[in-house]
Each structure stands twice: as C-alpha cells, then as structure tokens.
C-alpha cells in the first residue's frame, strides 16, 4: 500500500475531517479532542472564522483522512504544533512524517522552532516528539502539560 498523501486542507474536506474525530478511541479523545475542542477548532477553517494564523494539512488515503497535523500562531517566530493519526495508522511511526511535513514548512519560512504541549500521560505522544527531536521543558500551564519545543 502507498504511503497517504499530506497536502494541505482543502475546502471539500470538511465531511473527511468531521469522520476522522469520529474514528477516535476514547484515550485520543481524551487527549486531543476533549469537549470536542479540536474538532471545533478544525471546522474553523471550513466556516472562516479563524483567530489565530493557522495552517493545517491532512493525510488522505483515498477518500479517508488518516491524519492532522496543524500550526497556529504562524505569524509569529515559534508556531505552536497539533497532530494526530488514525487509529489504524498508530505505532507505525506515521506522527514522524506529518511532524516533519510541518517542520519543512516552519524551515522555509525561516521560523525559530515548534512550540506545543501534550498530557503527563500521553506517553505516545511524547515518545514520539523526542524522537523527532524536541526538547522537554517543563510543565506548562493551568493543566500541567508538559511543554516541548523544537529547536532550529
Ligand atoms: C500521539 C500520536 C500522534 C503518535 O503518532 P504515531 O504515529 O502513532 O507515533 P509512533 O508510531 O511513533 O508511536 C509513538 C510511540 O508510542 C509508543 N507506543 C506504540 N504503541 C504503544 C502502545 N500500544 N502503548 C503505549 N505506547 C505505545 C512507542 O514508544 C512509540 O515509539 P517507538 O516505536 O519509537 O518506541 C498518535 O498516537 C495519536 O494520534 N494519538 C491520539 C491523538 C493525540 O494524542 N495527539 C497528541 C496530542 S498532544
């Protein structure tokens, strides 16, 4: 099977996207869609009510949408990053590809680095950014995140 197309979002996806949040597990709502916020956030785009500069891009396997990755605060030095993937597509290290699919971006356009936050538990999720070389700094915030920042 061909590796899924990342490509930028595009207005015909919205019905896409509102089926990906619906194939979540429990433990990914819990951690990426709580009170719905993220899926909220992504029909921002299709409605054009964005407040933050915001870039998103989706990986499609045929009709099906297998993963997110986006960056707010892209005008300023150091984007903040959201992803997830499909269900189907966890621990096969298909994070990495959307992670550095939103670094190459961030590169081009000279940013300073990748700023975002993820759970105490999300063990997943942090295995993943330290391996694709993002630094722990801390907790971070009113939910105790822990806050990670990628370095150019
Ligand atoms: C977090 C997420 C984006 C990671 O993407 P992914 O492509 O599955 O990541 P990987 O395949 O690199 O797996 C990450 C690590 O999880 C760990 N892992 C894999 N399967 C696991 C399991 N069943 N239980 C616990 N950890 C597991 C492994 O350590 C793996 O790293 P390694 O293979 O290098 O050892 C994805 O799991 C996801 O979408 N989760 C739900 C949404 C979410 O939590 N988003 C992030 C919010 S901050």
Redesign the pocket.
């Known amino acids: 099977m061909p590796e899924p197309e990342i490509r930028l979002i595009r207005m015909d996806d919205r019905e896409r996207v509102v089926r990906f949040f619906a194939q979540?597990?429990p433990?990914?709502r819990s951690?990426?869609?709580r009170r719905n916020g993220n899926l909220n956030w992504a029909l921002r785009y299709f409605d054009g009510t964005d407040r933050q500069a915001m870039r998103r891009w989706v990986a499609v396997e045929g009709d099906e949408m297998v993963?997110y990755v986006f960056l707010w605060d892209t005008d300023t030095m150091i984007p903040w990053l959201?992803?997830?993937?499909?269900?189907r597509?966890?621990?096969?290290?298909?994070?990495?590809?959307?992670i550095e699919t939103a670094e190459a971006w961030c590169r081009s356009q000279g940013k300073g680095g990748i700023l975002?936050?993820?759970?105490m538990a999300?063990?997943?999720?942090?295995?993943?950014?330290e391996?694709c070389g993002f630094e722990r700094l801390g907790v971070y915030g009113a939910n105790n995140?822990l806050l990670y920042l990628r370095r150019f």
């Open positions: 979540m597990a433990d990914s951690f990426f869609n993963g959201g992803i997830a993937v499909a269900e597509m966890r621990g096969r290290h298909f994070g990495q590809k959307l975002l936050t993820t759970h999300n063990v997943r999720a942090q295995a993943l950014y391996r995140e």
